[in-house]
Every structure is written in structure tokens, then in C-alpha cells.
């Protein structure tokens, strides 16, 4: 369906909750904040097609009205993080040739236009839905900066037809309609903030709540914030499912989880011990789902195909194989390609290689582990994911993440990084070495474990395995 039907079909209901202002608006609200957006923004400065934007901005109502003055007038736009320190955001700026940024807060000297969305006129004028621009659905326009967990950021170029298509088969297998509500947990300037819990609602004409990025500090108001706005569609991260299981104690929240439709987990992967924990907690199955910032949802459980199965991640969705243990996507399915600023040019390979391996059987999509995460010891390949598994089954363990190190013997070796639950009184480091000689084959064992406060997360919760190296690096000088 195209973007004018949805506005059209919808008009009148309602859309976004916006959690800050405590304001609704319908879908009509909603395209007429677009479109005296759009002419404010023309009467402070003139954009062309070849120019860049970079979006600044917190969770909101206009950061959601910003993406869709993109989409309205073919205007390429380069989110960036609100956490993204400012000499960060300047390189940024220079090195993808960013002729304009528009931000919440006041800007200066950073040798590009800068616009504060505070300063513009965006209430008056009611438009005829049928005065919406004609909408380019086949050129890049959205251009997202990747995590960098496992590598160095790169920029992924993506069109609309691409969120459109893959999004109608997500909602397609899992029946989200009009009646069904989504929240934003994460930043709307990262992928699953944006397209899992913002555009893809937009897609299924359900209705969204846009609120502040979760913190750990709301951890035990989380239900009864969700249950105020009737959300029915929740997407949370594994790092939220694990507090969620160690520290809610709101008994309310069992109740209303009867009440959601789906819980899907997303970002990264989610242990099978906290999948299992808060299904018997709660009541209620958590879904996994797979996807990558180049390729969006990749497989996903569904109702009739949700097991407790380790690395279990779902039906997969049409275009993916597998080829010598690496999971690929034909390139038609995924992404237009990565951008290159020196070149301004983009590319990618005829298939595409997630970097993950895996397998397909009866059940579904299996992901094993992650192809450069592959340890290589004396010539053994060691696969840090299944170790990490292995040890989870700990219960003292809170937290884990195994990374190679170099080695002088060995080339490589594996080493520990683990949070432990500290009401358990044990001698950690002696019960995971024993462990470790029991239960994992000697020219795989670990025998460097560092017990940390807390294991470093990127802007996508997902474990920041570079930091974790620097930090081993520093602890076992």
C-alpha cells in the first residue's frame, strides 16, 4: 500500500501518543505537522535532492514528522544519535559531505547550516490530503550508520520500497493491524527504533506511542507505563529482558502481559535461559526475531512455530540460504547498498553475506554464531557463541561475552568477560574454570576469566566487543 492510501484510509484515527507533550494525533494531525514542517523549513533554507541532512534529535513527535518531510520531498537524511558526543557528530557532518543539520538544541561551529526544530513555525494551515507530494519510493533516501559491535560503522543506504516490502511480510505473518499498538523503547535514530517500533507501525495503520529511550531507571514503572497507554506490540532488547527478569517485582505486570499480542526481541541475541526466565515468569512468550541494519527482518517465530530451542530464530523469510555454514540473502531482498563518502557512490555484492553462520531444518532459521567472531586456536576454530551458551546454565552468571585475544603460543586464545549476580556467594573464577575443564573440550577451554561491573553496550544494546577487548587488555597487563 502505498503512504497517501494509509494517510487516506486512516484520517481520522488515531496515530501517535506522544508520551512527552501527553498529546494525540490522527493521521491527518500528523501529515498536516508534515507538511507546515516542510514549508517551514523551505522559508529558512533552501534544500535541494543533492544535498544530505543529518538528524539530531531526541525521541518525538517531530523527529517522526522530520523522516517523513524526507520521504515527502526525496530529501536524503542522515540520522545520528542524541548519545553521539559532538566532535563525534562533526566528523560526521565532514566525512558524508552534510550540507545542513536539524537538531532540538542550538548548534554552533560545526561549519554547516544548522536548524533547531524549536525555531520553526509548525502549527496553522490545514492541507487536502490530495495535495501530498508524489512520493519516489526506488531512490535511497534513509542513510543509517551501523553499530560497528563487530566492525568498523559503516552507512547503510536504504529506499522506501525496501521498509515497505519487508515490513507488509512481517506484518503479513504476524497479523498486526489497525488495532494493535506499538512504543518506541529505543532511539528513533537507529534501526529498530525507527523502523521496528516507529515506521513499522505506520505500515500495519496501527497506532504508536512515542516516548524517551528506556533507561534502566524505569525498569519498575515499565508495566504500568505500557499498561497507561495500552501498548499491545512491544519490541524490547535482551539487556531489557534480563532486567526485567532479575528486578521487576510489580505483580501487575503478569496481568497485563496476558493483555500483549506479541513480545518480539530484537538488536541481538537473546540467551535461551532469559527466553525460558521470562516465559515462566510472565506467562508469556518472548518471539524471537533476526534482521540486520542491510537486510531488516531476515526470519522471525511465529505463534505456530515458537520453540525454546538454543539459536533458534525463526521462519525465514523468502531469499535467504545458506552456503557453507554462512547465512546469505539474495541481493534483491536487502539493502541498495553501502555508502561511500569519498566516492558518493554505492555498492554491494550480487548475494549478501550477513556474517553469520547458521543452518535451516524443519524448524527454521538456526544462527550459530557470528563468522568473524570466529576464534581460531592452534588452528581450531572456536565458536565464542556456543561457549557463551554453555556457561549461561551458570546461575551465578548475569552476564557474558568471550572474545579472542592474541596469543604468543597459539595465535589466538578465548578470554572471559562476565557480571555475576552477587547474591550468589561462590568463588566465581574457581567454579568457571572447573566448569570450563569439565564441560567444554580441552583445546577450546578457557582459562582467562575478568569479572566486570558491567559489559560496555553500544548505541544498539548490543554487547561493544572492541571495548570488551581494550578492557581485557588493560585488566590482565
Known amino acids: 500500500m502505498l503512504i497517501s492510501d494509509i494517510f487516506k484510509s486512516n484520517k481520522n484515527r488515531v496515530f501517535i501518543i506522544d508520551s512527552v507533550e501527553e498529546k494525540s494525533y490522527s493521521y491527518f494531525d500528523f501529515y498536516n505537522l508534515i507538511m507546515n514542517l516542510s514549508k517551514s523549513i523551505s522559508d529558512r533554507v533552501e534544500i535541494n535532492k543533492s544535498e544530505k541532512i543529518a538528524l539530531y534529535l531526541d525521541n518525538s513527535i517531530y523527529l517522526a514528522a522530520l523522516y517523513f518531510w524526507a520521504f515527502f520531498n526525496g530529501i536524503k537524511i542522515f540520522p545520528i544519535s542524541k548519545k553521539t558526543p559532538i566532535g563525534q557528530v562533526y566528523n560526521i557532518l565532514i566525512e558524508y559531505k552534510i550540507s545542513t543539520i536539524i537538531s532540538d538544541v542550538d548548534l554552533h561551529n560545526l561549519d554547516v547550516s544548522s536548524l533547531n526544530i524549536k525555531d520553526l513555525s509548525l502549527s496553522g494551515r490545514k492541507y487536502r490530503l490530495d495535495s501530498m507530494p508524489s512520493i519516489d519510493y526506488d531512490t535511497p533516501i534513509l542513510f543509517l550508520l551501523t553499530s560497528g559491535s563487530t566492525g568498523v560503522p559503516k552507512c547503510v543506504a536504504h529506499n522506501l520500497s525496501n521498509f515497505i516490502n519487508n515490513g507488509t511480510s512481517f506484518i503479513n505473518m504476524h497479523n498486526i493491524g489497525r488495532n494493535d499498538r506499538f512504543v518506541t523503547l529505543l532511539e528513533m535514530s537507529y534501526m529498530a527504533g ?142 541498495e547498498g553501502y555508502y561511500d563518502p569519498d566516492s558518493e557512490t554505492l ?131
Not at 566465581?428 to 561491573?453: C, G, H, R
Open 194 to 335: 525507527f523502523y521496528n517500533m516507529f515506521f513499522l507501525s505506520f505500515i500495519a495503520q496501527s497506532s504508536v506511542v512515542i516516548k524517551p529511550p528506556f533507561h534502566a531507571g524505569n525498569i519498575f514503572s515499565f508495566w504500568s507505563e505500557l499498561k497507561k497507554v495500552e501498548v499491545n506490540i512491544l519490541w524490547i532488547v535482551p539487556s531489557i529482558i534480563k532486567l526485567l527478569n532479575q528486578l521487576d517485582r510489580d505483580k501487575e505486570g503478569a496481568k497485563y502481559c496476558q493483555l500483549i499480542k506479541y513480545i518480539f526481541s530484537c538488536t541481538a541475541n537473546l540467551s535461551l535461559q532469559d527466553k525460558v526466565d521470562f516465559s515462566e515468569k510472565y506467562t508469556k512468550n518472548v518471539y524471537n526475531t533476526y534482521g540486520l541494519s542491510e537486510t531488516l527482518f531476515v526470519s522471525s517465530e511465529k505463534s505456530d512455530s515458537h520453540y525454546n530451542v538454543d539459536n533458534y530464530v525463526g521462519q525465514p523469510f523468502p531469499g535467504v540460504y545458506i552456503d557453507n555454514k554462512k547465512i546469505y540473502i539474495k541481493s534483491n531482498k536487502v539493502f
Open 347 to 477: 555498492f554491494k555484492e550480487s548475494s549478501f553475506n550477513t556474517g553469520d553462520t547458521g543452518f535451516i531444518n524443519n524448524k527454521g532459521l538456526f544462527v550459530t554464531g557470528r563468522d568473524k567472531d570466529i576464534i581460531i586456536k592452534g588452528g581450531i576454530n572456536i565458536n565464542p557463541r556456543a561457549l557463551e551458551s554453555k556457561f549461561r546454565t551458570l546461575d551465578f552468571i548475569k552476564d557474558i561475552c568471550i572474545v579472542g585475544m592474541k596469543d604468543d603460543i597459539f595465535g589466538e586464545k578465548p578470554v572471559c568477560a562476565l557480571t555475576i549476580n552477587s547474591n550468589i556467594r561462590v568463588d566465581y573464577i574457581k567454579e568457571m574454570k572447573e566448569f570450563s575443564s569439565q564441560n567444554i573440550p580441552s583445546d577450546s577451554a578457557i582459562n582467562d576469566f575478568v569479572i566486570l561491573d558491567s559489559l560496555p553496550l553500544n548505541n544498539n544494546n548490543k554487547v561493544d566487543k572492541f571495548k570488551v577487548v581494550e578492557i581485557l587488555l588493560q585488566r590482565l597487563e
